[in-house]
Nanobody, 123 residues
Framework: QVDLVESGGGLAQAGDSLRLSCAAS????????MGWFRQTPGKDREFVAGIRWGTGKTYYSDSAKGRFTVSRSSAENTMDLQMNSLKVDDTAVYYC????????????????WGQGTQVTVSS
């Protein structure tokens, strides 16, 4: 069992930056994959970015590519999401999640989830 806790959300203006963090308690193995998802009311959770815990290889959605950077610290058991050039469309609740298999963009592949952190971007 791995518990995940997100932090770092808040209010921002378009063009600003925010950094989200996900702190994990419990063992994360090199075979695990950690992801960031986001969700807006009435919509499914959408994959944003993710990272293979062992190799550090990163993956991004088209909307995140070039603006967001995902990173992890194995020593601290944390994963961050640096979000630059924020857009109004980035407004959502952001979740970190853990998948025990490899890279996957579908929410059902992830077993553990944080409680989410709200990001609101105004124009």
């Amino acid at each position: 069992q791995v518990d995940l806790v997100e932090s770092g959300g808040g209010l921002a203006q378009a063009g600003d930056s925010l950094r989200l963090s996900c702190a994990a308690s419990g063992r994360i193995y090199s075979s695990h994959f950690m992801g960031w998802f986001r969700q807006t009311p009435g919509k499914d959770r959408e994959f944003v970015a993710g990272i293979r815990w062992g190799t550090g290889k990163t993956y991004y959605s088209d909307s995140a590519k070039g603006r967001f950077t995902v990173s992890r610290s194995s020593a601290e058991n944390t994963m961050d999401l640096q979000m630059n050039s924020l857009k109004v469309d980035d407004t959502a609740v952001y979740y970190c999640a853990l998948a025990r298999g490899g890279y996957d963009t579908t929410a059902t592949a992830y077993r553990e989830w944080g409680q989410g952190t709200q990001v609101t971007v105004s124009s």
